[in-house]
C-alpha cells in the first residue's frame, strides 16, 4: 500500500509544523475558516461568560447555529466557561492516498485545519485547542489538550459539545441505551421527536440538505451517542466508564473527532471520505496476507434451527460438515468457509458469559488438523470464529495462543463476536479483577484495539460482530476488515419482526456511513422463522453484494439452494469484493439507493439496486463506463410479477451490449433489485 502525502502529520497532537505555511493572526471576536471549495465554513467564538462556541454554515446558510464546546471533570473544576481564544492557526492541506482494499482504492485528502487554543482567563489556567478540518463534503473537530501542569490526566465525567442544528427536517436513527446494543431497525421522525440516539445519525432539512453525525479515529475513549436537550439541540453523551468518569486519558492527549457528513443529495453522504481521511495512516504496513474474499459457512443452518452451535446430535460443526462445505467451495471459487461452533465452550449458558470458551481447543468430533490441511489441499482458508459471550477479560488470556493457532493453519481473518445485552460485556477492572462495562465504553474500546493489533502480529484480520462502532480505524490498522454493528441479514432468519423492505435502504445513509458491514446476503430459500421471511426479493439479495460493502462477503444460504438455483447463483460467483472505484448514481434514505462499483483487478464494472416496500422504475445512465467501449450487460432483474410478499423468487436473467452512452432502466419490484455486471467485450467471464 502507498501513502503519497505531503509531509503532513495528520494524526499528531501538534500539527503546526506541517503541510502548507501556517497562517497566524490576533484572535478577533469571531474566528472563520473555511474549506477547501468555499463550501464550509466554521465560525468559533466565546460567549460573555467565556464559553466556547461554534458554529457551521455552508455556502453561506447556517447548519449548526452557536453550539456549546467543553467538559465536566470529575476530579476537577469543569472545562466549559472563562476561556479567552488565543490566536488562530490555520494551513491547508492537499494529499492522495491509497486504500490496501475498499470501496475506492485512491482516496483525496483536501482540507483546511483550523486550531484555536483556549486558555482560562484565570484560576488554574488550563488550555485545550479546538481544532477544525473541513473539507467541501463536511467536517470534523477535536479537542487537543498540550502537555501542563495544572492538567495531567483528565477525568471526563460529560461532554457538553453540542450540536444545534439549523434547520427542520426528518431524522433516521436508532435508540442509544437499550439492551440490544446497535441491533434496531431505524426510526424516522421528525429531529425535533429524536431522543437519545446511536451515531450515525442521519438528517434531511426542510430545505434538502443532508448531515449525518457521527465520530472518527476513536481509539482510547468512550463512544458518543446523541441526547437531544431541546428543539433541534443535540449534546455528545458518552458512554459510562468504570468509574464516575466516563472516559480517563493522561495529557497531552486527544478525542476523537466529532464528524458532520454534509451534502445537498443522500449520495453525496455516501462518496464522502470524510471518516477514513480523519483517522491516523495505515500503522501496519504490508498487509497483503489479507485478500478481499467470498465465503459460504456453517451459519445459516444453525439460525433456521437446522444445526446447532453446542455439541450433541445437531452439532454443525463437525468434520464430515466442514469438508462438505470446502469442497463448495472450492468447486465454485469461493476462498473461505467459516465454521461457527467448532470449538469448546457453546454447552451450556454461554450468552452474556464466555468462562468455558476455549480458542484453540476443539470438540471432539471436529478435526481441527484434518479440517486445516484438507482445506490448505484444495486452496480454500478456514475463517476463524471467536465467541466471546461478551468476556472481552477472558479472551485477552488466549489472544496470542488462538492467533498463533490460525498463523500456523494458514487461516487469515476470524469472525469474533461479543453476544451480551448491553453494560455486559466483562473487562479488566483497575483492580485486575472482573466488572461489567458497556460495549461501547473506553475499556472496550481499548480491548478491541488491543485484539486487532494482537491479530496483526499473526497475520489475522479481524470482522467483529457486537463490535464496538466503526469510526475509520481500518485506514489505522488494515486487518480490521469489517464488523456488524446493525440488524444483519440473521434477523431474517428468526426475528420478530424480522428486517423490513426498507431496511438495507436505511442502512446505507446510516450505519453504512461508518464503514462495512458484515450483512451476510445471497438468501434464497425465503421462508424462515421470522413470520414474514426474507423480505426482499432474489434480485434484491444479489444486488445487496454491491449495494452493501464489505472486503469479506458472505454467501450465507444453505448450499443445497445454491446447487438447485445455479443461474442467480452465477452473480454471487461473479461479482467482486474489492474495488477501484464506487459511483452513487441515485438513492433516498430509506426508499432506494442505486451503486456502481469497478473491480480493482479487472475493468468490470458492477451495479446494485434496490428499493423498500414500494415498486420504484430508476434510470441509470452509464457513463461511469469506458468511453469507446463495448460492455456486455448480465442482467438479473425482477420479473414483472416479482413482489416480496408473494413472488420474492421471480427473477429474469438475460445480456445485452451496452457502451458509456447508453442510459438503463431499472424497473424494480416492491422490495425488489436488480444487479448487473458489466464485462468488456472480448474479455471472458
Known sequence: MIERRSLLALAGVSALAFGAPAVAQTAPAVITASSPGGVLSVQVMADGDGRPMYAVTRLGQPVVTASKLGFILTDAPKLERGFALGTPVIRTADDTWEQPWGERRFIRNHFTE?????????????????????????????????????????????????????????????PAWEWNREEYLYNRTAIDAVGAAQTPMTVRNASGLHVSIHEAALIDYSGMNLSRAEGRRFRADLTPGLSSAAVEIAAPCTTPWRTLQISDTAAGLVESSLILNLNAPNKLGDVSWFKPMKYIGIWWEMHLELKSWNSGPKHGATTENAIKHIDFAAEHGF?????????????????????????????????????????????????????????????????????????????????????????????????????????????????????????????????????????????????????????GMEFSAWGQPGNPPEHEANLVFTRLLAG??????????????????????????????????????????????????????QFIKDVPVDWADTRVLNGEIGDYVTIARKDRNSDVWCLGSLTDEHPRVLSAPLSFLDPGRTYRAEIYRDAPDADWKTNREAIVIESRDVTAADTLTLTLAPGGGQAIRFVPKGRGR
Not at 483550523?114 to 484565570?122: G, K, Y
Not at 434464497?524 to 444486488?543: H, V
Open 335 to 487: 476462498g473461505g468457509v467459516l465454521i461457527e461452533g467448532w470449538n469448546v465452550g457453546w454447552d451450556g449458558n454461554w450468552f452474556g458469559t464466555g468462562w468455558d470458551y476455549s480458542f484453540t481447543q476443539a470438540y471432539p468430533d471436529f478435526d481441527i488438523e484434518r479440517v486445516a490441511a484438507y482445506a490448505r489441499s484444495k486452496g480454500v482458508e478456514i475463517v476463524g470464529h471467536h465467541e466471546t459471550g461478551g468476556n472481552a477479560f477472558h479472551y485477552e488470556q488466549q489472544l496470542d495462543p488462538a492467533f498463533a493457532q490460525m498463523q500456523r493453519f494458514g487461516w487469515h481473518s476470524v469472525k469474533t463476536g461479543y453476544v451480551a445485552d448491553a453494560g455486559g460485556a466483562q473487562v479488566r477492572g483497575p483492580d485486575g479483577r472482573v466488572t461489567f462495562a458497556w460495549h461501547e465504553s473506553q475499556p472496550m474500546a481499548q480491548h478491541h484495539v488491543r485484539v486487532v493489533e494482537t491479530a496483526a502480529k499473526y497475520q489475522v484480520a479481524v470482522n467483529a460482530h457486537e463490535p464496538f462502532k466503526d469510526t475509520g480505524l481500518r485506514r489505522t490498522y488494515p486487518n480490521m476488515i469489517s464488523r456488524e454493528g446493525a440488524r
Open 114 to 174: 483550523l486550531r484555536v487554543p483556549m486558555t482560562e482567563r484565570s484560576g488554574l489556567m488550563r488550555r485545550m485547542d479546538v481544532v477544525f478540518r473541513l473539507y467541501d463534503d463536511g467536517l470534523g473537530f477535536r479537542y487537543e489538550f498540550p502537555e501542563q501542569e495544572a492538567l495531567k490526566q483528565l477525568k471526563i465525567g460529560s461532554e457538553l459539545t453540542e450540536f444545534t442544528l439549523a434547520e427542520d427536517g426528518e431524522a433516521w436513527w436508532i
Open 516 to 569: 462495512p458491514m458484515d450483512y451476510t446476503p445471497g438468501i434464497f430459500g425465503m421462508e424462515t422463522r421470522s413470520p414474514d421471511g426474507i423480505a426482499t426479493t432474489w434480485a434484491k439479495q444479489l444486488a445487496l453484494y454491491v449495494v452493501i460493502y464489505s472486503p469479506i462477503q458472505m454467501a450465507a444460504d444453505l448450499l443445497e439452494n445454491y446447487e438447485a438455483n445455479p443461474a442467480p447463483f
